[in-house]
């Protein structure tokens, strides 16, 4: 038991200075402009339908490897790759001297309600990846999924082997029914087809998902935070911009997440070796490519032990795994991780150039 006593009236100033922080914060919100577009330079390169291929603008010496194509989930905006100038992992990408490429999956409406996986991979990941193996004249290229978007590109490379020379993954689902994975018991648990009987999942119901997997420190911790550091303008810039991605989800085409859903949380094909699309096997042991597996320690939404499992499926002799001691959202933004993924990830590929 403690021996301090408490004191009312240092209790009572506590409280009166942790309100008028709160009343200078919320000033200062509400007087915050619009943010300016100030996202890394880039191009639109190729177009199908509601999705986009960019490439962005080389800001450094190039450093003589293959492009690298990021994927990122459909589940939010890739925004967040880009969030600002100082919280970068495309920027730092292309310090590094990389050739960056990003797909852009777009926003689904009513009209993308019966789109399937296979149409995402063998449709317009495909026809992005041929798109920049024709531009450069080349065979194979880097390939970098992240969470959802490392599970298309785990399906992707199983199936078009030679067109994926290096492959990456981060904080990428392998093994959809770890104890520890949260949302797999959420997921595990719905009636997929009643969800979707009515059409596109909205990007609220996904993200109402998503908050209440930790919901007083991604709904209320988070502004006891802001107030704590006070109002200052980058601080306020910073926490507003995070606010605006997580809010900005598209809906998910109902056939896409019914499918999801049902082969990969609820059936978990991909470890077992069972799923198929186009008639085709997805088998994990045809991925024989140099494979870099990047995930976060203190990650709640892809926790390790959903990630770990993928070196024992892969054929390849060239695997490495890299640990990061940070949460799923982390791994973007966070200091810790700007500091030493993209480094990492320059590093393993200059390692491995193409031949």
Known sequence: MSSRSFDPAHAAAELAAFAQRAADMLSALRGAGAQADDSAPRDAVWRR??????RYRAVARPAGLPPILLVFALINRPSILDLAPDRSLIRSLLAAGLDVYLIDWGS????????RLEDYLDGYLDGAVREVLAAHGIP??????ICQGGTFSLCYTALYPAAVRNLITMVTPVDFRTPENLLSRWASGIDVDLMVANGNVSGQTLNNAYLALRPFRLMQQKYVDLVRTGPSPARID??????RWIFDSPELPAELFREFIKWFYQENRLIAGTLELGGRRVLLQAITQPVLNIFGT???????????????????????????DVGHIGMYVSSRARHTVPAAIAAWLAARPAS
């Open 49 to 54: 339908d509601k999705v986009v291929l960019y």
């Open 108 to 115: 689904p409406d009513g009209t993308d309600r019966y789109l």
């Open 140 to 145: 194979a290229l880097n390939l970098l999924g």
């Open 238 to 243: 910073e926490f507003l911009r995070m606010e």
């Open 298 to 324: 203190q990650d709640h939404i892809v926790p390790p032990s959903a990630s770990v499992p993928l070196a024992r499926h892969v054929a390849t002799k060239d695997y490495t795994a890299l640990p990061v």
